[in-house]
């Protein structure tokens, strides 16, 4: 993967570039950014960049031997680790090397894949993935060999945040790593990571991607008009992989529903509410989580105009006649509450939940919350 396959990120390509060019390649670096960022193909480009026979300036060739195995995931000398499913006591099993054809194949599909993403295509239903003791004695006896054929041998750990307490085992070759090897982190959650690894690498922020530069890119691969496609990036908020799934669902049908749910669950119509779960109920799996996604996304407009932060917004029409109309009811009392409720129905959605429990829920929540503000405000007027 070239740099030039990832979306934007342009200050950040320029700095690793830098950072081989002038010879200050840290043995041990972690990529920390949000999903949909491009952490995990900035990672591999910055190793494929790294290892080409014919760099140019600001990228690799894409065309040397080394570039077009980098290309296909398939280069000796790169590695993979990343969370799979337990399979018990079973060594051969549990290491991701026997998983790595799925792998290669998810990510090739989609570079900006999430955990979820990846748990549904490595076939885990409800279960959790970790990185197991047995990934961690393989990854130290593979690094322990040298590079077969590149100046570098590299291993890019994918979510570390899966990585146990087994992972301490890995200290000794991460301080003191063999001639030539470098070990990428590629996380989202610095607070989950083991302290005693992550204090060992040189940390690399990479921020969420740019709104121009994401409608940009949807425009041309999707063939967007500049409209729809400023529209989708920004309600994704400059996260690719949300984005792409957003393209698969209209957002008008998100704001219609949305809208109706806020001033079903205002004036607490019961019945009115059951007929709209129904309707919730048929958009899917990927619709609903999207549907709540873009929830999100309007509650926090809500709230930043409530508290003068009006010029931040970016609403027009309808939204912003909504958010206008309902941000006295977002308030610092139930915001925290609101994005709470909102991210357990994308969590349950997620693990396959019974959709309309999930939404029922969210209503009776939603309402309870909504009467408060409403009393609040009715004391104040």
Wanted: include cysteine; proline fraction near 3%.
């Amino acid at each position: 993967m070239k740099f030039s396959d990832i979306i934007g990120q342009q200050s950040l390509k320029q700095q690793l570039i830098h950072t081989i060019k002038e010879g200050r390649v840290s043995h041990a670096q972690l990529f920390l950014g949000p999903e949909g960022s491009g952490k995990l193909p900035l990672a591999i480009a910055y190793a494929q960049y790294l290892n080409c026979k014919s760099p140019s300036e600001d990228d690799s060739c894409g065309i040397c031997s080394s570039c077009q195995k980098y290309n296909k995931l398939i280069h000796p000398d790169l590695h993979f680790s990343f969370p799979i499913v337990n399979k018990g006591n079973d060594a051969e099993k549990n290491i991701c090397a026997v998983h790595m054809k799925d792998f290669r194949e998810a990510f090739l599909a989609d570079p900006y894949m999430s955990y979820n993403d990846w748990m549904q295509a490595h076939g885990a239903e409800n279960k959790q993935g970790n990185i197991s003791k047995f990934e961690c004695y393989d990854i130290i006896s593979k690094l322990g060999l040298a590079p077969f054929e590149a100046g570098f041998k590299v291993l890019i750990m994918w979510l570390p945040e899966h990585l146990r307490d087994a992972g301490n085992v890995l200290l000794k070759i991460i301080e003191e790593p063999p001639q030539n090897t470098l070990f990428i982190l590629v996380a989202e959650r610095q607070e989950m990571l083991l302290s005693t690894i992550s204090s060992r690498t040189q940390l690399v922020k990479v921020p969420r991607l740019q709104i121009d530069d994401l409608a940009a890119h949807l425009e041309s691969q999707f063939e967007l008009d500049a409209k729809a496609a400023h529209s989708v990036a920004m309600l994704s908020e400059g996260n690719a992989r949300l984005a792409r799934e957003m393209l698969g669902h209209e957002v008008s049908i998100n704001e219609q529903l949305f809208m109706d749910f806020m001033r079903l669950t205002f004036t607490g119509k019961g019945s009115d509410i059951l007929t709209w779960i129904e309707k919730t109920n048929e958009l899917g799996r990927e619709g609903q989580k999207n549907l709540l996604q873009y929830g999100l996304h309007i509650l926090r407009e809500c709230f930043l105009m409530r508290f003068g932060s009006a010029k931040l917004l970016r609403l027009k029409g309808a939204e912003l006649d909504f958010v206008t109309k309902f941000s006295p009811f977002i308030t610092e009392q139930n915001v925290s509450e609101f994005n709470r409720i909102f991210n357990e129905g994308i969590y349950y959605i997620e693990r396959n939940a019974n959709a309309r429990l999930v939404f029922h829920n969210l209503a009776n929540e939603s309402e309870r919350l909504l009467a408060s503000a409403k009393k609040v405000a009715t004391a104040n007027a």
